[in-house]
């Protein structure tokens, strides 16, 4: 009988080292991606950043395990101690990096030290379990089950994180979730082990409970605490901010001034949109306006160039295409949103479409008369991939043979080599560029590029419509560039060579936006 209730709870004990190999291997996953998406939400470049943070990581996690080997006594009382310690780090992660971006200039030496602490003691966890599993196993059996289940936890990891926890839960509160699962690791061999951690187990358990209740605690208060962040983060007033499945999107107000921000980045101020919005669609539609009918929008969520399109009476009809549709939500039903647009996503000729304009117009088969890339800057390698020459001869065989093109291109003044990089990327797949910039205040001077197939007459320009702020005197003059906006010294920008990327951040790291 003795025996019997013995072997239950050896059994019982074996069980709980193989679920806290299970949960370590979702956690340590978590971690990481938490951290690097983190990063590369408020700096960009994410190969830059998931290559840097997977390698320290990695090594951290080699130190850790080397670290081990010199770690003898009371094994399952440092064990339970390293679980707690990574529950909290873990947990407190990324809302310790929110705050350092936003409070602090210690961003990145807070990002290295979370990397490295966490890779460290995970770095430790599967020699300890391993050791730990002597009495229950044979070696091989012991390695085999540990293994294999923190490899499981970890392939649960990386399907949650894109499907469930980013569109969800957010970062800021995936890594307090997570955190609480790797406390629970601490107060299951507690549970079990209580007679072998001896006079540590009751204190063990009590800085558990605190620690997990202030976890709790943050978590109850998150909403509060990002609104906070928010209202630190960014200039005036927050009056929506919601973490999307591909972004964050915030919008502010200060007096009759509202601006949308994705990611961080200023995407328009409705005091001067007029000037962005009239130059992207009128431009273009001033040299061949009566021959368009249909008409692609890929990007322009917020419905405001459409509102511009609307404004011709001969267009039949308007795909748009975006990816976000929380962003189309938005459009639709924000009052201040929805006004500036004039509800130009509920009329009949808008047809939207969600879905990656990559993809798109690769799997598109009709033609368009115009096509408008409306896209955020390139400031990661997803986006770099839509200024890219792939992406152009995809979009060119979309367009008919008379249609023109047009596609916002960043600041030919800010990141003068970004802007020549995209128009010698558009040139490569079409006869005809047409390179023009803007006076935006709400931007400064903003570039943009204009194809075709067919040479335009840019020196005739016919407005058949009112606006606010072009004409055909200005408009002859934004084909204009002085001499310091004006850069050969560049290459193309390829999908597999995003050569783009890198003259866009090197370029707008000197000013602030």
């Not at 089950?145 to 923190?150: G, M, V, Y």
């Not at 949109?273 to 890929?298: A, D």
Request: glycine residues 4%.
């Amino acid at each position: 009988m003795v025996n019997s209730l013995k072997l239950d709870i050896q059994k019982q004990q074996s069980f709980v080292l193989i679920y806290t190999a299970f949960i370590a291997g979702l956690c340590s996953i978590i971690y990481e991606l938490l951290i690097a998406t983190t990063v590369s939400y408020f700096l960009g470049d994410s190969v830059k950043y998931f290559s840097l943070t997977i390698g320290m990581y990695m090594a951290a996690m080699g130190l850790g395990s080397l670290a081990s080997k010199y770690i003898d006594d009371e094994l399952l009382h440092k064990f339970v101690i390293v679980e707690i310690t990574l529950g909290l780090l873990g947990g407190l992660s990324i809302p310790v990096l929110y705050f350092a971006y936003a409070y602090t200039n210690l961003f990145i030496p807070t990002y290295v030290f979370f990397t490295l602490s966490i890779g460290f003691l995970i770095g430790l966890e599967i020699p300890f379990l391993t050791r730990l599993m002597e009495d229950y196993n044979k070696l091989k059996f012991n390695i085999a089950n540990i293994l294999s289940f923190d490899y499981f936890g970890a392939l649960i990891a990386t399907t949650s994180f894109p499907f469930i926890l980013l569109p969800f839960f957010g970062v800021y509160q995936s890594s307090l979730i997570f955190g609480l699962v790797n406390m629970s690791i601490g107060f299951a061999v507690l549970l079990f082990f209580s007679e072998q951690l001896g006079q540590y187990s009751a204190r063990l358990k009590k800085i558990t409970a605190i620690l997990t209740i202030f976890i709790i605690a943050m978590i109850f208060f998150s909403d509060k605490a990002l609104k906070q962040w928010d209202n630190a983060l960014y200039e005036d007033r927050v009056i929506f901010s919601k973490q999307s499945k591909y972004q964050k999107i915030v919008l502010t107000k200060y007096k009759e001034d509202v601006r949308l921000f994705l990611d961080g980045n200023l995407q328009f101020s409705s005091v001067d949109e007029h000037r962005y919005h009239e130059s992207l669609v009128h431009v273009p539609m001033s040299l061949q306006s009566t021959n368009i009918q249909r008409v692609l929008l890929l990007g322009a969520g917020d419905g405001i160039a459409v509102r511009e399109i609307l404004k011709y009476p001969n267009i039949k009809e308007i795909i748009l295409v975006d990816l976000d549709n929380e962003i189309i939500e938005l459009a639709r039903e924000n009052k201040y949103i929805s006004s500036l647009n004039k509800n130009s996503l509920k009329n009949e000729k808008v047809k939207i479409i969600t879905a990656d304009a990559f993809t798109f117009l690769k799997e598109n088969k009709e033609q368009f008369d115009f096509i408008i890339a409306d896209l955020p800057d390139p400031n990661n390698d997803v986006l770099s991939r839509l200024y890219s020459k792939q992406f152009y001869k995809s979009l060119r065989n979309n367009l008919s043979e008379n249609g023109v093109f047009v596609t916002q291109a960043t600041s030919p003044y800010f990141a003068k080599k970004a802007f020549w990089s995209i128009a010698k990327t558009i040139d490569s797949q079409f006869d005809n560029i047409y390179p023009y910039h803007a006076e935006i205040p709400s931007f400064g001077n903003w570039g943009f590029i204009m194809a075709s197939s067919i040479k335009k007459d840019i020196q005739n320009p016919d407005i058949a419509i009112d606006t606010k702020f072009i004409d055909e005197r200005l408009l002859e003059q934004m084909f204009i560039f002085p001499k310091d906006m004006i850069e050969n010294d560049v290459k193309i920008n390829t999908i597999d060579n995003p050569i783009l990327l890198n003259y866009y951040l090197n370029s707008w790291k000197y000013y602030a936006r």
